[in-house]
């Protein structure tokens, strides 16, 4: 009772993000989900059908005819409306979602894993704040969620965070981990364009999270993501175009972009080695397929980590193996 007594009055708000533009239509398949390659795994992976997502965040336009299909289940863990109420009054939970899970469906536009399933979790309310305590409260549900066919969620999106090292956030991180439940957060944006200087934020920071780092399309790290000893993969988080709020699609920028790109690749990743394996992948194995699925771009660790996410690297290494292989004999 302590513990909670100490986080009820802490609030966390939504990583600043920056509205490049909101347009009406779009009929596409987004630059970062073509940077990192998701489409030429799509088959093997069969689009991450069955696998099921977690996003912590403002919540979810349920009606965006690219989203309506995606969303299996939904809790609001804020005081803004009711405890099934999570539309989405800020527009970034809906932006998140779209590059995750958009559905391909001849318009409109596709997300990295345009078959996963969503668990939208609202814990930011309309002006992206939220207590430290709900977010909690929603990290422990994610751990004991099941579906109406036993689901269970592999993944969980956090675009959210705070320069507060919460004792309680991180107990909540290592129960989903334990679980065998990546945690994907942004790494932040308070960066200075500078590999040698670290800005933290939490949960990112925490060890046991996969800390995503953010790229611009032309593959550079955008000037604005934060930098430290925990970066652990970098994604796309320049001029991202996605889904957003009243049906519309809007360009942002951010970490927060970032991380939903690493958070499908995942599914993909997911779909593919529980195929291969026909078994349940542990969180370290899954960490593990992500990470031989970069490539540097040339910056030290504390800016991109592993690496640029590139999901059809590992098959240009065979491939190029293969070749040498032919030459030497």
Same mark, same amino acid.
Request: glycine share 10%.
């Given at each position: 009772?302590?513990?909670?007594?100490?986080?009820?009055?802490?609030?966390?708000?939504?990583?600043?993000?920056?509205?490049?533009?909101?347009?009406?239509?779009?009929?596409?398949?987004?630059?970062?989900?073509?940077?990192? #390659?998701? %489409?030429? !795994?799509? *088959?093997?992976? +069969? @689009? =991450? &059908?069955?696998?099921?997502?977690?996003?912590?965040?403002?919540?979810?336009?349920?009606?965006?005819?690219?989203?309506?299909?995606?969303?299996?289940?939904?809790?609001?863990?804020?005081?803004?409306?009711?405890?099934?109420?999570?539309?989405?009054?800020?527009?970034?939970?809906?932006?998140?979602?779209?590059?995750?899970?958009?559905?391909?469906?001849?318009?409109?536009?596709?997300?990295?894993?345009?078959?996963?399933?969503?668990?939208?979790?609202?814990?930011?309310?309309?002006?992206?704040?939220?207590?430290?305590?709900?977010?909690?409260?929603?990290?422990?549900?994610?751990?004991?969620?099941?579906?109406?066919?036993?689901?269970?969620?592999?993944?969980?999106?956090?675009?959210?965070?705070?320069?507060?090292?919460?004792?309680?956030?991180?107990?909540?991180?290592?129960?989903?981990?334990?679980? #065998?439940? %990546?945690? !994907?957060? *942004?790494?932040? +944006? @308070? =960066? &200075?364009?500078?590999?040698?200087?670290?800005?933290?934020?939490?949960?990112?920071?925490?060890?046991?999270?996969?800390?995503?780092?953010?790229?611009?399309?032309?593959?550079?790290?955008?000037?604005?993501?934060?930098?430290?000893?925990?970066?652990?993969?970098?994604?796309?988080?320049?001029?991202?175009?996605?889904?957003w709020v009243d049906g519309q699609y809007a360009k942002l920028s951010g970490?927060?972009?970032?991380?939903?790109?690493?958070?499908?690749?995942?599914?993909?990743?997911?779909?593919?080695?529980?195929?291969?394996?026909?078994?349940?992948?542990?969180?370290?194995?899954?960490?593990?397929?992500?990470?031989?699925?970069?490539?540097?771009?040339?910056?030290?660790?504390?800016?991109?980590?592993?690496?640029?996410?590139?999901?059809?690297?590992?098959?240009?290494?065979?491939?190029?193996?293969?070749?040498?292989?032919?030459?030497?004999?």
């Amino acid at each position: 009772m302590k513990g909670e007594a100490l986080i009820t009055n802490r609030i966390v708000r939504l990583i600043p993000y920056k509205v490049e533009s909101i347009q009406p239509a779009v009929d596409t398949v987004p630059a970062g989900v073509e940077i990192i #390659e998701a %489409p030429q !795994i799509w *088959a093997e992976a +069969n @689009e =991450g &059908d069955g696998i099921v997502v977690a996003i912590l965040d403002t919540g979810i336009d349920y009606n965006h005819p690219d989203l309506k299909d995606a969303v299996i289940d939904a809790k609001n863990f804020t005081d803004e409306g009711a405890e099934d109420d999570v539309m989405d009054g800020n527009g970034h939970g809906t932006h998140v979602a779209g590059t995750i899970a958009a559905r391909r469906e001849g318009y409109g536009l596709v997300g990295v894993a345009p078959k996963a399933k969503l668990l939208i979790l609202k814990v930011l309310d309309s002006h992206g704040v939220g207590s430290y305590e709900g977010i909690i409260q929603a990290m422990n549900y994610v751990a004991d969620w099941q579906g109406p066919n036993g689901e269970k969620v592999r993944a969980v999106n956090m675009s959210l965070g705070g320069p507060e090292d919460v004792p309680e956030l991180h107990e909540a991180v290592k129960r989903l981990v334990d679980s #065998e439940i %990546p945690v !994907i957060v *942004a790494a932040g +944006n @308070e =960066g &200075d364009d500078r590999e040698d200087t670290f800005e933290y934020s939490y949960p990112g920071s925490y060890n046991e999270v996969i800390e995503v780092a953010a790229s611009t399309l032309t593959n550079e790290v955008a000037p604005f993501s934060n930098s430290n000893d925990q970066i652990d993969v970098l994604a796309p988080g320049v001029d991202i175009v996605s889904t957003w709020v009243d049906g519309q699609y809007a360009k942002l920028s951010g970490t927060s972009m970032a991380t939903p790109h690493a958070v499908g690749a995942v599914a993909l990743l997911i779909a593919i080695g529980e195929k291969t394996f026909k078994r349940t992948l542990t969180e370290a194995e899954i960490y593990a397929l992500l990470v031989k699925r970069t490539v540097s771009l040339g910056n030290d660790a504390t800016a991109e980590g592993h690496g640029l996410i590139k999901l059809n690297y590992s098959e240009k290494v065979r491939k190029l193996v293969s070749s040498i292989g032919e030459t030497l004999v």
